[in-house]
């Protein structure tokens, strides 16, 4: 059965290319820091099984001293804009194919797994049919690309490294994010947190209560860096005790709304990495925080109009 | 004091990012304190550490759809994004915008949250349109570079706001489901579809809210 193992074995070797693509960079002066990160990478998804927990700290450990030194950009991929403007005139919206194929094999990927049956559940592992579709398509599109556009055989590893030192040290954030997260979970910071906030502040009418839930999933959201983490916390200390049992309002659209609260927190916060600091990276622009303020008007206009939308929709019985 | 302690954590992650400091060194340093404060030793902390980083893989397993976006690139992708806008004269940056947004609800709300993204959609394709449709509508033959940055940024918050306030109208997404889980552990039965319905208000108001944020800013200084 095709699952995550095949997936983080596929994983392992682009980034073992990474790592060899960078050793033999010449024009990057920091190649060798380069290749240990993106080596270290491999090691991870190539073993990370075979480590032990302390084996695996001692990886994360060396990958994230390494990264915070300083990594430098590959001279791999090609800045050759002349090349890129004559191949888009070439080739024109025929380019345009196999990034929508892309798309297309991960839907057809999922569906098939999710409605095949058993045959397609002993094929692939279904809970992983949407990663396990992304990789087959990310593999399937790049042979496809290199052929169609006449690229060279390497270019898929030379322009990766390319985007992926683009991205540089943030690409290993959002994973230490979610390592981070587990720790907090151990230690109890979420109790603690929850705690603080339902005895600090006042929930003597309706109102306040839902102003408290909502702003308290949105404010713990951006602190732990992810709503599911601020959900069950909240929920048990505010919503369902006052706002269920005390003022009798639904828990299907107390939840719902109380989660969407949450949400236009990771709109806010940096520690929700991949959403917001990434693309950043990806997208080299000059300020780390610069999706994060393209995104707080909404963000802040919609955490208004959940709490009000909750107020207003989430207690039938006393309107 | 006691469990509060446990906060310090917390707090080393809101102070490192706020004055700056290199985000993977500040998120080492919280754990640290985290887990000493929870009575771990520092070898405890650091297998703990471990376990999870492994644990969570698949994070970064998503960076596996760079070598295809780079090829593509490499192959004129982005030119070819800009060119196409730059013939299709009625396409602006907010009509490009609003219906990427729309576009992104709609299939977030089918469950099909994967079929775009920030590296396979934003950087290859939706940003240098934007760039050239603003190019197109401020009548200059190339975008100022801090204007880039801010329509680069717009673009990208689009996407996440998009995907946030369509997945939850989607049955079986992984939110939907926690919170299916979690009622049931406190005794409450609820139908995944009676959450869904309930996502349904916010991803509308999330349209008018950000819709109107993209006409405004299409609006700057365009040419009358």
């Known amino acids: ?68 030194l300083g990594l430098g950009r590959s001279g791999t991929g090609t800045d050759d804009a002349g090349a890129r403007a004559a191949s888009a005139r070439a080739h024109g919206l025929r380019l345009f194919l196999p990034a929508l194929l892309v798309p297309v094999i991960v839907l057809a990927g999922s569906l098939g797994v999710r409605h095949g049956g058993a045959a397609a559940a002993v094929l692939v592992d279904p809970k992983q049919a949407t990663l396990v579709s992304l990789s087959l398509a990310a593999l399937v599109v790049a042979a496809l690309s290199v052929r169609l556009f006449r690229q060279p055989v390497l270019s898929p590893l030379t322009e ?88 009798g309002g639904d828990p299907a659209a107390i939840c719902a709304i109380g989660m969407l609260s949450g949400f236009c927190g990771t709109l806010l916060t940096p520690l929700a990495a991949n959403f917001n600091l990434a693309p ?40 | 004091m006691g469990p509060m302690l446990v906060l ?128 197109a509508e401020t009548g200059v033959a190339e975008v100022a570079p801090a204007e880039v940055q801010r329509v680069r940024a717009f673009a990208a918050g689009t996407d996440n706001i998009g995907l946030f306030f369509g997945e939850d109208i989607f049955l079986a997404i992984g939110s939907i489901l926690l919170m299916v889980g979690f009622l049931e552990q406190n005794g409450i039965t609820v139908e995944p579809l009676h959450l869904s319905v309930w996502a349904i208000p916010t991803a509308i108001a999330a349209f008018l809210v950000h819709g109107a944020r993209i006409l405004m800013f299409g609006r700057r200084g365009r040419r009358p």
């Open chain 1, 280 to 319: 950043a990276a990806l997208l080299d622009l000059d300020d780390r925080y610069a999706v994060i303020r393209a995104q707080a008007p909404t963000a802040f206009v919609l955490l208004i109009v959940n709490t009000v939308l909750m107020h207003v929709l989430a207690f039938p019985a006393h309107p």
């Open chain 2, 8 to 135: 310090l954590g917390v707090l080393l992650v809101v102070a490192g990012f706020a004055v700056g400091l290199n985000p993977l060194l500040v998120v080492l340093a919280s754990a640290l304190a985290t887990g000493l404060a929870a009575g771990l030793s520092p070898l405890e902390v650091l297998a703990a550490f471990g376990k999870a980083f492994n644990e969570n893989r698949y994070v970064s397993a998503a960076w596996l759809i760079l070598p295809v976006i780079g090829v593509l690139e490499r192959s004129g992708l982005q030119e070819a994004a800009r060119g196409l806008i730059g013939r299709l004269k009625s396409v602006t940056f907010a009509r490009l915008m609003l219906a990427y947004l729309l576009f992104r609800q709609a299939t977030a709300a089918l469950g099909l949250t994967s079929i775009a993204g920030q590296t396979q959609t934003i950087r290859p394709i939706i940003a240098p349109m934007a760039e050239a449709a603003r190019a």
């Open chain 1, 160 to 247: 990766g490294l390319r985007l992926a030192d683009t991205v540089g040290w943030m690409a290993l954030l959002p994973q230490m994010l979610a390592a981070l997260g587990a720790v907090f979970a151990l230690a109890g910071v979420g109790a603690v947190v929850g705690e603080t906030v339902t005895r600090v502040f006042p929930m003597d009418t309706r109102l306040a209560a839902v102003a408290v839930y909502c702003l308290g999933m949105a404010g713990f959201t951006v602190l732990m860096g992810n709503a599911f983490a601020a959900f069950p916390v909240m929920t048990a200390g505010v919503a369902l005790p006052i706002l269920v049992k005390v003022y």
């Open chain 1, 1 to 68: 059965m095709i699952g995550l193992t095949q997936v983080y074995a596929l994983a392992g070797l682009v980034f073992a290319g990474f790592a060899v693509m960078s050793l033999r960079d010449a024009a990057n002066p920091r190649r060798r820091r380069n290749a240990l990160f993106w080596g270290l990478f491999a090691l991870s998804f190539l073993a990370g099984d075979r480590l032990g927990d302390l084996g695996n700290g001692v990886l994360v450990l060396v990958m994230a001293l390494t990264a915070a």
